[in-house]
């Protein structure tokens, strides 16, 4: 039976599995019945974002249960079948280049526009089912249509290969339905594990600082050992930037890549609210901030970062009440703070039935 995975990040962007569901077919209607499920255990709060493959049954079943969550297509899925289905042309190789430089180089829809434009135009390619039927979907997978909303920094369904392959050690296609249960647990037990051993790496390790600025040290004491490094790595990254050209609040960063190759991006820099916003907008996508807004901040003498720019779910000190919950009801053997989590879960559970038939019984136990 197909395995269903619901997975996502946790703050050590270690992927970590949110649900799952086996399924006897891969149509429309099973998916709509997975996809209701799901939101019923969510409480009817659906998610803000779902990576998926180009899998037309699983899009309507998206659309018809979460009409409001953005759907993206996995880029790597695409990109993937571009030799395939260019191969047979007799320029593939400039195609091909044309098509990996309008993705993955443009900043913006207008640049990808045109550039996509311009590489349809030179090879021809009007006739191309397969290219219009993309760029009739671009807003599904193109990243420039999709860095300005937040997705932990994730364009594919890699985590969700990588979680079927963490399976792979515990359960197979020959197992029973019984045998699948247990071993579903033993394997989230192992996920929990990975966790409280790097929480704990967190609290008792320091990561050393690589410059003399105060942010860096705000970063390192709050973020998760992953989180920090990454942030490290825009930090010092700093040498390669250089500010060209401002107009009022607007400025022209230019970036060296080396072996001669640059290339600008535009920061938004209100020193009244202290706020900043890159066009290549890796705060809003991945949640830290880029080379490019990092220069402006330093530049213009901010020596901590704003609070809006630390997120709470990269923090170390967040609190993951999943890690206590157990994941069966045959499980024998819980751990202390199971216990106590799921005891206390009891004896609210009873107040709250109480407590909800009344509003001002509601609003006294709320507050």
């Not at 309008?102 to 009007?126: K, N, P, R």
């Not at 080396?258 to 907008?281: K, N």
Request: negative net charge; glycine residues 4%.
């Amino acid at each position: 039976m197909p395995f269903a995975p619901f997975v996502g990040v946790n703050h050590h962007g270690q992927s970590i599995l949110l649900g799952c569901r086996l399924i006897s077919r891969e149509d429309t209607e099973t998916f709509t019945w997975l996809f209701e499920a799901w939101l019923s255990c969510m409480s009817d709060s659906p998610p803000l974002g779902i990576i998926t493959d180009q899998e037309r049954a699983m899009q309507k079943a998206i659309e018809n249960v979460f009409p409001t969550t953005r759907h993206r297509w996995c880029l790597w899925h695409i990109m993937k079948k571009v030799p395939e289905k260019l191969g047979a042309f007799k320029e593939r190789e400039g195609i091909i280049s044309s098509l990996l430089s309008a993705v993955y180089d443009s900043l913006s829809s207008d640049a990808f526009a045109e550039a996509w434009h311009c590489m349809i135009t030179e090879y021809d390619l009007w006739d191309s089912d397969w290219l219009n039927g993309l760029y009739k979907e671009r807003y599904r997978w193109v990243p420039c249509y999709l860095k300005c909303y937040f997705w932990a920094g994730m364009s594919t369904t890699q985590r969700s290969e990588s979680m079927n392959a963490f399976f792979d050690g515990f359960v197979n296609s020959k197992i029973n339905l019984k045998q699948f249960v247990k071993q579903y647990e033993n394997a989230l037990r192992r996920k929990v594990e990975l966790e409280w051993q790097a929480d704990a790496k967190c609290f008792s390790k320091r990561t050393p600082c690589v410059s003399r600025y105060e942010m860096e040290r705000q970063v390192e004491e709050v973020y998760t050992i992953s989180k920090f490094k990454e942030f490290q790595e825009e930090l010092t990254a700093l040498m390669y930037c250089d500010i060209s050209d401002y107009v009022g609040s607007i400025y022209q960063i230019i970036e060296s890549f080396g072996q001669g190759r640059r290339g600008l991006f535009e920061v938004v820099f209100e020193e009244a609210e202290c706020e900043v916003t890159c066009i290549y907008s890796k705060f809003q996508f991945r949640g830290i901030l880029c080379k490019h807004a990092l220069a402006m901040l330093i530049r213009n003498s901010v020596e901590l970062l704003p609070e809006r720019y630390i997120l709470s779910r990269w923090r170390k000190d967040v609190r993951r009440c999943y890690s206590k919950l157990k994941v069966c009801y045959g499980v024998q053997s819980l751990t202390i703070q199971q216990e106590r989590y799921e005891k206390m879960c009891n004896t609210f559970s009873a107040v709250a039935d109480i407590a909800s038939d009344d509003e001002n019984s509601y609003k006294t136990v709320l507050d």
